[in-house]
């Protein structure tokens, strides 16, 4: 998708109504739902006026593990669409479908039996990390090759931020906020954690207890094929999911840009360049709460100071705020419907989004009851932005 664009002048940004490209009735087979991308132009993302530069197109997508899938915790979801068979063909349809360069993916947990090979055919090499402990799950980022060159990755494990904490430094003792109304309630976005046994998650005024749980993030800085001269870092991470340890949430949050910034520092001074740089990924974090505040401002007060790492932040910008403002929702089930998912970039003079995936909304025919279903083959949904990068 990275193409070189003529040089062109930029009309005034507009805003675009949802429309759906495909509409599909249910079937009693998996039928995903295609999306377009929406200029922020209004207008089609090939003819839109643009000035000399090139675009590539980034999608974030929660693909819901399928050690997760089981009827019991998705009562809610046809049978068919939960069979392992069904749904990896149906996300793979769905992911060749963006003809995007760069894909973050969360809940990977098919890596080495399925997706690495099945990409791979597709044209895109792929890195990843799994998730600690027992966990089978990871994030995994997918680049085509004929539009991206790895430069250097690393990867994230929060559990690190245990041997950073002081002896009996206790994290904030504010809790998260909890709406007492709407569809937001104190649980996991999929409701899995409340329909297992309960977690023996140790001492919870133990701030080493607190902080290990297993989370992991990845990030790599990529040279661009149509502009070797400019570096993209891609960060791909799935946050906590507790809505009542945010707590935990900040310090990964906090640990995630700090490392960030020490990794872009690195990149800048090995490749004598000033990098763009994009975040993806499942933050289990509304819009406006906490921790999505301290994502694009570097600052809260609940955020726990961690001994090893320095006061560091780059600025960072929602693209669907920026564009067209937060999707109503990004995790979809009857339990529990909001924004969970986001794709941040550092905004500079060199790289703005000029188009995004359109999402449904929430009276659409293809999330109603919830998901999965017929049409998604995960409780989430897929979010998109595409880049233009101006040369200099």
């Known amino acids: 998708m990275l193409k070189a664009l003529p040089a062109l002048r930029c009309r005034r940004p507009t805003f675009p109504s949802f429309k759906r490209i495909v509409s599909n009735k249910m079937s009693t087979t998996p ?22 530069g090139i675009r590539f197109r980034l999608v974030s997508y929660n693909i819901l593990a399928q050690v997760y899938v089981k009827s019991s915790l998705f009562p809610h979801s046809p049978s068919p669409c939960l069979r392992w068979k069904a749904r990896s063909q149906a ?47 990871g994030c995994g980022i997918f680049y085509k090759q004929k539009s991206a060159e790895l430069v250097l990755e ?29 569809n937001i309630r104190p649980e996991p ?8 046994a309960p977690e023996d998650r140790g001492d919870p005024n133990d701030p080493r207890v607190r902080l290990k749980r297993d989370c992991v993030g990845i990030m790599a800085a990529f040279k661009l094929k149509d502009l070797p001269d400019h570096v993209v870092i891609v960060a791909n991470t ?84 920026f564009t ?27 790289i703005k989004p000029v188009s995004f995936l359109e999402l449904p909304e929430l009276d659409s025919f293809d999330v109603v009851g919830g998901l999965p279903n017929y049409s998604h083959p995960s409780d989430h949904l897929p979010i998109g932005a595409e880049f233009e990068i101006t040369r200099d």
């Open 154 to 182: 690393e990867k994230i494990e929060y559990n690190d931020l245990v041997n950073s904490i002081q002896e009996g430094q206790i994290l904030g003792d504010d809790k998260y906020d909890v709406p007492t109304s709407g």
């Open 238 to 321: 799935h946050l906590y999911w507790d809505p009542e340890w945010a707590d935990v949430k900040l310090a990964q949050a906090k640990y995630l840009l700090s490392r960030l910034a020490l990794f872009r520092t690195l990149i800048s001074k090995r490749l004598e360049c000033t990098p763009s740089v994009v975040v993806a990924g499942d933050f289990n974090s509304t819009p406006g709460d906490k921790v999505y505040q301290f994502l694009i401002s570097g600052n809260s007060p609940l955020a726990p100071a961690v001994e090893c790492l320095e006061d560091m932040h780059i600025p960072l910008c929602s693209v669907y705020a």
């Open 91 to 137: 996300i793979l349809s769905v992911l060749k479908n963006f003809g995007a360069d760069f894909l973050c993916l969360q809940e990977v947990d098919e890596y080495d039996s399925f997706y690495k090979g099945n990409m791979e055919s597709l044209g895109y090499s792929s890195i990843y990390v799994q998730r600690n402990g027992q966990k089978r799950d």
């Open 31 to 52: 039928s995903p739902i295609y999306r377009e991308f929406i200029s922020v132009e209004g207008s089609d993302i090939n003819s839109r006026s643009r000035s000399d």
């Open 189 to 196: 976005e999929n409701g899995l954690e409340l329909k297992k």
């Open 324 to 350: 067209r403002g937060e999707p109503p929702f990004t995790n979809c089930t009857p339990d529990f419907t909001n924004t969970l998912d986001y794709i941040l970039f550092s905004p500079t003079d060199n």
